[in-house]
């Protein structure tokens, strides 16, 4: 088995490697092959019982036999124009149907198949249900040939994002989290943040924001950097509570710093079509007022508890931060090299940055060599990345099956006017039931699929009323990511909670205070565009950052802060005029 996991992954990574430079792959051939190479970690490579073995032999060969087929026969499908033609084509779009659904349900469960589901039977049966949000009917040849052999459902643009984006930054953090990059994080957080009051938790923040702008996932974040800071928290005398919460809400911040965003960068370059290197301009100001936010929340509990910082002993030496910086250093410096200066594409930077990883896997901080150790790092790099990008396909894929449907039947249109006359085509009100409807789905499905459902349905509405496409997408993107801290289902709590063994609602409520800047800072970018703005107007947006930060800083100390009542509803007063009150005024 193990061999066999090994020549599947070192297939995946070459296969998605090997993309940037044949020159143009067609679509349908490269997408279905994609999942073809995403189906053995989903049915073959997990846990299981008997059942679960023997039916995923079942649907990954019968998965893997439709991709190929999809693939061989591109060139006459694209032809078809999307209309199936025989029981034989009926047959294997149904069977590429059920295989996805049931992958993502393997993968993250059941809700977002459900969703897919549910918007499947809408588009089969949806022409009889009475008034405006029935539709007129598609023929069944139709729709299941756009869903499934042209690029209008499971093979369109989102696949696209999966196939040549994600993959490749995916396998970049792979490689990078096989070699020392990660204790590299850890001793650049540790020098810069330890000696400070609340030194254990700072450590957490700065760790955590530079694991996650590699690792993109809330929840890997947590388990990785939190084997570390928490038990350092617990040993300092920081309240249970308090240490999980910090992890919790430093680990979900990775979701929304750039580079990766937890592949949410990617999938906005193709919604929107505005180039990734404005994405990450406009999306590293609010992150870093995120951080901001939980940093001055440490301020006020560390005040309270009287909490130091680590012991000069725990703190690494000024040679092994500078030794094992360079393990992330040097390939994020060709990485940022390849996009900002030599003009290349951000996956052909990638591949750059991700050569630059795997000859740096050979060398180890102290200085020894051990082929074994390096072998053992390769392995784990394309393990990590076969596991990772197999994920994010189910996912993706899955939700392209929703997108497709919209597409077809028109409910988003639908469901943006229902938004409109809700909220009286005011766009605050429109603002808010976006809100609402990111925190539930959320609840359900990862970030970024919460995020594309979302978006498709309300961001038209939010635009409709004034918002630019990047401001309304960025708005959806970062209340996509309330669930992670936010009850009653918050993933990156439960997973802190468990590790330090704390009652989870408690951990809840702390993370909430600490990272109040989820709640407010894509409000501030409604109510102050300028802090979206780093590349167009570089001096506004500074000036808002400053503004916000600000506002932020009060309502901060207003929640956590040692301070009479009084004062601190005046604090959370004083911070919400400063956010908001130019649009009151307005």
């Not at 087929?69 to 499908?77: D, K, P, T, V, Y």
């Not at 996956?347 to 630059?356: E, N």
């Not at 970030?447 to 978006?455: D, K, N």
């Amino acid at each position: 088995m193990r061999m066999a996991m090994i020549a599947s992954a070192a297939c995946l990574v070459a296969f998605h490697l090997g993309l940037i430079f044949w020159g143009l792959v067609p679509n349908l051939v490269s997408r279905p092959l994609h999942l073809a190479l995403a189906l053995p970690w989903i049915f073959l490579f997990a846990d299981g019982g008997r059942f679960a073995r023997l039916s995923g032999i079942a649907f990954c060969a019968l998965g893997i036999a439709a991709s190929a087929w999809i693939a061989w026969n591109q060139s006459a499908l694209g032809d078809q124009y999307g209309f199936l033609e025989g029981n034989l084509q009926i047959g294997v779009a149904v069977v590429l149907l059920v295989v996805v659904l049931e992958a993502a349900r393997r993968a993250i469960s059941w809700p977002l198949p459900l969703v897919a589901l549910l918007a499947l039977l809408y588009g089969l049966f949806g022409q009889y249900i009475p008034g405006e949000f029935g539709h007129s009917g598609t023929p069944l040849a139709s729709f299941l040939g756009t869903l499934t052999i042209a690029e209008g459902g499971i093979w369109g643009s989102l696949a696209g994002v999966s196939v040549s984006v994600v993959a490749i930054f995916v396998i970049f953090g792979a490689v990078l989290n096989a070699g020392e990059a990660g204790q590299g994080f850890m001793n650049i957080a540790s020098a810069a943040a330890g000696r400070l009051k609340g030194g254990a938790a700072k450590v957490s923040v700065i760790s955590s924001a530079l694991f996650g702008s590699i690792s993109g996932s809330a929840s890997a974040n947590v388990a990785s950097t939190g084997a570390i800071t928490l038990p350092a928290m617990t040993k300092l005398g920081y309240p249970k509570r308090l240490a999980a919460a910090v992890e919790a809400v430093a680990s979900s911040g990775g979701q929304i710093m750039p580079p990766l965003m937890g592949a949410g960068a990617f999938v906005m370059v193709e919604l929107t079509g505005v180039p990734y290197t404005a994405i990450m301009a406009a999306a590293v100001l609010p992150a870093l007022l995120y951080f901001f936010a939980v940093w001055v929340g440490i301020n006020a509990y560390a005040g309270r508890h009287e909490l130091g910082g680590l012991a000069e002993e725990d703190r690494p030496g000024l040679r092994a931060v500078i030794i094992t910086s360079a393990f992330f250093a040097v390939p994020f410096a060709v990485l940022m090299w390849g996009m900002f200066g030599a003009g290349y594409t951000p996956q052909y930077a990638a591949c750059m940055a991700i050569l630059v990883g795997f000859v740096m896997l050979f060398f180890h901080a102290d200085g020894t060599f051990d082929f074994g150790r390096t072998l053992g790092r390769l392995e784990n790099a394309i393990l990590n990345a076969a596991r990772q990008v197999s994920m994010i396909a189910a996912i993706i894929l899955c939700a392209s099956i929703i997108i497709g449907v919209l597409s077809i039947t028109g409910l988003g249109v639908k469901i943006t006017s229902l938004i409109l006359s809700a909220s009286g085509g005011l766009l605050w009100p429109s603002l808010l039931l976006t809100a609402l409807a990111c925190l539930v789905l959320g609840m359900e499905v990862p970030t970024t699929a919460a995020y594309v459902i979302c978006v498709s349905v309300a961001g038209p509405a939010l635009i409709q009323l004034g918002l630019e496409p990047l401001q309304a997408h960025l708005f959806v993107f970062w209340f996509a990511l309330l669930s992670t801290i936010t009850p009653p289902v918050c993933g990156a709590v439960f997973i802190a909670a468990g590790m330090i063994g704390e009652n989870w609602l408690k951990v809840a409520l702390t993370a909430m205070s600490l990272g109040v800047g989820l709640y407010f800072i894509p409000l501030t970018m409604v109510a102050n565009p300028s802090i979206i703005a780093l590349a167009t107007d570089p001096m506004a947006a500074v000036i808002a950052l400053v503004q916000i930060g600000f506002g932020l800083g009060l309502i901060s100390y207003a929640l956590i802060g040692a301070f009479a009542p009084m004062l601190r509803v005046g604090f959370a007063v004083a911070g919400i005029l400063v956010l908001f009150g130019p649009v009151m005024i307005g």
